[in-house]
T-cell receptor, first 111, second 113 residues
Framework: NAGVTQTPKFRILKIGQSMTLQCTQD?????MYWYRQDPGMGLKLIYY???????DKGEVPNGYNVSRSTTEDFPLRLELAAPSQTSVYFC??????????FGPGTRLTVL | DAKTTQPNSMESNEEEPVHLPCNHS???????IHWYRQLPSQGPEYVIH???SNVNNRMASLAIAEDRKSSTLILHRATLRDAAVYYC??????????????FGQGTILTVHP
């Protein structure tokens, strides 16, 4: 199993641009999560999903959108990138809210 | 959400045991105690979790105080690969928690050769 994969690994955006961070898991997990991690800080939850077609806001959802059309995929969309969204983004999945498996992260810089 | 308190940093020598403390005085009866670690430039990795009893797995042991207001993650023989940030997290196991984790700043563990 590949586990949780994220693309791209790195990205530089200009202010106002948009992009989608991809996340895929092959463990048939029902729950998926998006976190962001600012330098020297712990992770903060952006959005989560408990199954296909169901998403909900986490602690810091402003400026982001998500969708969950399949069990495997949970993309995160940034519509109007701002410098405050410069961060490392981690996707994770779990079965029924148990142990979470994390992807390797996407390092995003907004200039 | 109930919060945890951890030391900012700890140091250890290779092949010695490491005891990482965590205080969680406001823990509720439905909170599980989870530990994750994050190696440099990687995503967090699950280490261990428990509710009331001490737990052991291949990575570590978790000792939980009788009143559950504190716990200790024990690495029995530290290696250089154990150098990481260790997060102690309370996971509410109630019906609408959906396994959400609230990360603090964790403990930076440095392992000396």
């Amino acid at each position: 199993n590949a586990g949780v994969t994220q693309t791209p690994k790195f990205r530089i955006l200009k202010i106002g641009q948009s992009m989608t961070l991809q996340c895929t898991q092959d463990m048939n997990h029902n729950y998926m999560y998006w976190y962001r991690q600012d330098p020297g800080m712990g992770l903060k939850l952006i959005y989560y999903s408990v199954g296909a077609g169901i998403t909900d806001k986490g602690e810091v959802p402003n400026g982001y959108n998500v969708s969950r059309s399949t069990t495997e995929d949970f993309p995160l969309r940034l519509e109007l990138a701002a410098p405050s969204q410069t961060s490392v983004y981690f996707c994770a999945s779990s079965y029924a809210g148990n142990e979470q498996f994390f992807g390797p992260g996407t390092r995003l810089t907004v200039l | 959400d109930a919060k945890t308190t951890q030391p900012n940093s700890m140091e250890s020598n290779e092949e010695e045991p490491v005891h990482l403390p965590c205080n969680h005085s406001t823990i509720s009866g439905t909170d599980y105690i989870h530990w994750y670690r994050q190696l440099p430039s990687q995503g967090p990795e699950y280490v261990i979790h428990g509710l009331t009893s001490n737990v052991n797995n291949r990575m570590a042991s978790l000792a939980i105080a009788e009143d559950r207001k504190s716990s200790t993650l024990i690495l029995h023989r530290a290696t250089l690969r154990d150098a990481a940030v260790y997060y102690c997290i309370l996971r509410y196991a109630g019906g609408t928690s959906y396994g959400k984790l609230t990360f603090g700043q964790g403990t930076i563990l440095t392992v000396h050769p």
